[in-house]
């Protein structure tokens, strides 16, 4: 079964720094492009980060430009986030998704999300 | 960077209505548009591609049309599980934007 997995979730208090990682399975994850996209509470769908096939080319939106880092391990079938300097505006439930070239680039496996609070 | 805009925000309707949502690139994607489907708690799922392709799983009732920079989702006959929000997204070009979304629920 093809499958997305993200882990790393949680409570993180503003400025804090937080992993998440997404684990694939069921599909050969080197030959995938792989995204990031993450929905606040009661909001829409946001386009966070992508990252190529063999990690050579990444894209970040504006909003995480220069806090969040995007990763991945093809050897270990998985996708990472690294988020730092944490505000309020991040929280959001966080998913892994892949894109898919044969379906015009669409995004055809989402993960199930993981939830990222940030408080004091 | 490409914005898309949905409308209506949101609608409702009944079972078995026809129900037609419009989404807009600000300019053009070519046939580069998705729609998704998500309904409460849960991710959102694929429905068409490419403007026009339907998904492997997904019922014939969702058709989309439409090029450039104007694009249509169909539902031809609304059943109870597709009160839902839906989603456009542009492929096209990076940052792949989503619009804004639309709410279907119950009339």
């Known amino acids: 079964e093809v499958q997305l997995v993200e882990s790393g979730g949680g409570l993180v208090q503003p400025g804090g720094s937080l992993r998440l990682s997404c684990a694939a399975s069921?599909?050969?994850?080197?030959?995938?492009?792989m995204h990031w996209v993450r929905q606040a509470p009661g909001k829409g769908l946001e386009y966070v980060s992508a990252?190529?096939?063999?990690?050579?080319?990444?894209y970040y939106a504006n909003s995480v430009k220069g806090r969040f880092t995007i990763s991945r391990d093809n050897s270990k079938n998985t996708l990472y986030l690294q988020m730092g300097s944490l505000r309020a505006e991040d929280m959001a439930v966080y998913y892994c998704?892949?894109?898919?070239?044969?379906?015009?680039?669409?995004?055809?496996?989402w993960g199930q999300g993981t939830m990222v609070t940030v408080s004091s | 960077d490409i914005q898309m805009t949905q409308s209506p925000s949101s609608l409702s309707a009944s079972v078995g209505d026809r129900v037609t949502i419009t989404c807009r690139a600000s300019?053009?994607?070519?046939?580069?548009l998705n729609w998704y489907q998500q309904k409460p708690g849960k991710a959102p799922k694929l429905l068409i591609y490419?403007?026009?392709s339907l998904q492997s799983g997904v019922p014939s009732r969702f058709s989309g049309s439409g090029s450039g920079t104007d694009f249509t989702l169909t539902i031809s006959s609304l059943q109870p599980e597709d009160f839902a929000t839906y989603y456009c997204?542009?492929?096209?070009?990076?940052?792949?934007?989503f619009g804004p979304g639309t709410k279907v629920d119950i009339k």
């Open positions: 998704a892949r894109r898919w070239e044969l379906l015009g680039y669409a995004i055809d496996i």
């Open positions: 069921g599909f050969t994850f080197s030959s995938y492009a």
């Open positions: 990252i190529s096939s063999n990690g050579g080319s990444t």
């Open positions: 300019q053009s994607i070519s046939s580069y």
């Open positions: 490419a403007a026009s």
């Open positions: 997204q542009q492929s096209y070009s990076t940052p792949r934007a």
